[in-house]
């Protein structure tokens, strides 16, 4: 598939393994800020309406450029106002040439809970959220021109969704992502949005992202992910990495000392959006 990964890319080898080395522009870098806002968008498969940020490229507002799309997800506790405060938005939409959306998780591990109807994430995403954007924002509303990536909780999100719906999302990234969730059986509420994992063990199986690995054919979405080595997710983001290569799956893995905290992920975007930058077709 044009823009997926390609082996003769010395940087996009399987498995790959690297240090975090690009740096973050200054927030100063851009002498006329890009249009961010912020609008409320409401479905049927969520409970309440969801405020998302929204970045377009400087310029936006003088041309009818379509744009490609990336997609933030904060963790747990956090909303669409996490991005935008460990990061510039509106000089990463003009440097990267992409509109930035950054909703708000609820807490929710982007799931369609089988526990709490009112929290159906994941049909809210595909269904409703995606398709609000495209018809709001001059976008390239095709999987090759979206990618998804978050931290933490957003990052277990981000690889769930595009893997789930390749035909939606074509690149995925995480940082310091869940990738695992079964050796946290009482953290960060999931048990309120699966039920105890002792009395649902093989639900929990089901919603975890590694093993949705065995689902995957090679080149089917282009994955880049990273994690602290001082991180508590960083065993579970190593054995990410062994079931890809297990699987001969291409993907980037980059691991770099830090912990599971914003000066981490501040400085681990950047790899990630640069990746994007170099794949997303426009």
């Not at 930035?100 to 799931?111: A, E, K, T």
């Not at 050796?183 to 048990?191: D, Q």
């Not at 990410?240 to 914003?262: C, F, M, V």
Request: glycine share 10%.
């Amino acid at each position: 598939m044009k823009g997926l990964l390609k082996s003769s890319l010395a940087v996009l080898a399987l498995g790959t393994v690297a240090a975090l080395t690009s740096m973050a522009p200054s927030r100063q870098g851009y002498k006329t800020p890009a249009l961010v806002d912020t609008i409320t968008v409401s479905g049927s498969y969520i409970d309440r309406p969801m405020k998302v940020t929204v970045a377009v490229p400087e310029g936006y507002g003088s041309d009818t450029t379509r744009y490609p799309v990336i997609y933030l997800l904060n963790g747990h506790g956090g909303d669409y106002r996490n991005w935008p405060r460990l990061v510039p938005v509106d000089s990463i939409a003009t440097r990267y040439g992409a509109v930035v959306v950054c909703p708000s998780g609820f807490n929710s591990w982007y799931w369609d809970s089988p526990v709490k109807p009112g929290m159906q994430m994941e049909s809210f995403f595909i269904k409703e959220l995606v398709p609000a954007i495209d018809s709001m924002y001059r976008t390239l509303p095709q999987a090759q021109s979206r990618a998804i990536t978050g931290f933490s909780m957003g990052g277990h999100g981000a690889l769930w969704l595009a893997i789930r719906h390749s035909d939606v999302f074509a690149h995925a990234g995480a940082s310091s992502g869940g990738v695992d969730i079964r050796p946290f059986p009482k953290s960060w509420g999931m048990h309120g949005l699966l039920g105890k994992q002792s009395e649902n063990r093989e639900r929990w199986d089901r919603h975890t992202v590694i093993n949705l690995v065995d689902s995957l054919k090679p080149g089917q979405i282009n994955i880049i992910f990273d994690c602290g080595t001082e991180d508590f997710f960083y065993k579970v983001n190593c054995s990410l990495d062994s079931a890809l290569n297990g699987r001969r799956i291409p993907h980037i893995y980059l691991t770099s000392p830090g912990q599971h905290n914003g000066q981490y992920w501040e400085r681990a975007i950047y790899p990630q959006l640069d990746f994007f930058g170099r794949v997303l077709r426009r």
